[in-house]
């Protein structure tokens, strides 16, 4: 190919003409670096081994009540100024041996802790944290984790569930049957219900076994209704509920609920309230006649039958002045 001088000088006049123009894109400047993440939490790998990436998420321990067990809290500080960390623990009685850690620049730290089980804890599983704040100022400085805790209290588990304060009442055309479910037990039960009502002439309600929502922790209760549509207008009827869950779990109680329609409740009354109306009438009547010839005339005698003598009116006192008069003589 033959060369050609022309070309070539007004390519390399371009070319000159871009580097002043654009210096910034002749001469490359290297990337900034990123900044180093903030401090963490988490917990500390087993005695001698390095961290990795295979580390635990979160504490798991177990132990018996009155158990005091061990272990460790690691605080990673990988920027370039110390940090202060506060720590404490919920759910459980966590105890550190410090309150308060200051980490430097590019160090771990590890902090160990203690759970103490209570003597008198009941066996079930208790949800707890690690909680580790600072309020630095900086990139990283400023932070919270939390390190969650698994702790299962070890022993024999017993499942109880009981059913309390069973009501049944109108509401509208339906009855509200209200009811507490309680657990008696140290495990976290899922309660199932089971309800039937039994009139004068049989069955008026069954509602097959259902799992409700919701668990129920140890010593945990729930207030509860069930929506009855359509009971009986006129009946005497028993409603018992049972509640069931896994482990043995079981309790029913029973009320009593009496459906009266309002002209059945009505009609009986009006009849008894005339009906006592009508005897306090009579009675006052004859409190304000009185005995039989009490405003008449007096009373005739059995012998003559009309009004007496002159001298059946004299009684005794002309007798003895009859008598007297004799005695002179």
């Keep these: ?38 401090w963490s939490a988490a917990p500390a790998p087993g005695a001698g081994a390095r961290p990795s990436d295979r580390d635990r998420p979160y504490f798991y321990l177990a132990g018996a009540p009155g158990t005091v067990m061990n272990d460790r809290l690691s605080l990673r500080n990988p920027t370039g100024r110390a940090v202060t960390v506060r720590l404490r623990g919920t759910g459980a ?51 919270r984790h939390t390190v969650p805790v698994h702790l299962r209290v070890t022993g024999p588990a017993l499942a109880a569930l009981t059913v309390e304060n069973l009501s ?14 309680v657990n008696r037990g140290n495990t976290v039960l899922t309660p199932r219900l089971a309800v039937r009502a039994d009139g004068l002439f049989g069955p008026v309600l069954r509602r097959a076994v259902r799992t409700l929502p919701g668990r129920l922790a140890p010593g945990q209760s729930a207030d509860l209704t069930e929506t009855w549509a359509g009971p009986p207008a006129l009946d005497a009827v028993e409603v018992r509920l049972t509640a069931t869950a896994d482990g043995g779990a079981h309790g029913s109680a029973t009320a009593s609920y009496t459906a009266l329609p309002w002209g059945a409740v009505a ?17 006052r009547r004859r409190r304000a006649q009185g005995p039989e010839g009490e405003r008449g005339e007096p009373v005739a005698s ?3 039958g009309g009004r007496p003598s002159e001298g059946e009116r004299a009684g005794p006192a002309a007798e003895l002045a009859g008598s007297g008069a004799g005695a002179r003589s």
């Design 168 to 181: 049944v009442r109108d509401r509208g055309e339906a009855a509200v049957i209200r009811y507490t479910l």
């Design 93 to 143: 009685r966590i105890a550190f041996a410090d309150g308060e850690v200051r980490v430097p620049p590019r160090t771990r730290a590890a902090v160990p802790f203690t759970v103490t089980v209570a003597r008198d804890a009941p066996p079930g599983d208790r949800p707890a944290a690690l909680i580790a704040t600072s309020r630095g100022t900086g990139d990283g400085a400023a932070g």
């Design 1 to 38: 190919m033959p060369f050609r001088p022309r070309t070539a000088v007004s390519g390399a006049i371009l070319a000159t003409a871009a580097v002043l123009l654009c210096p910034a894109a002749a001469v490359a400047r290297p990337a900034a670096a990123p900044a180093p993440p903030g």
């Design 267 to 283: 009609g009986p009354a009006v009849l008894l309230a005339a009906g006592a109306g009508g005897l306090v009438v009579v009675r």
């Design 302 to 304: 059995a012998a003559g």
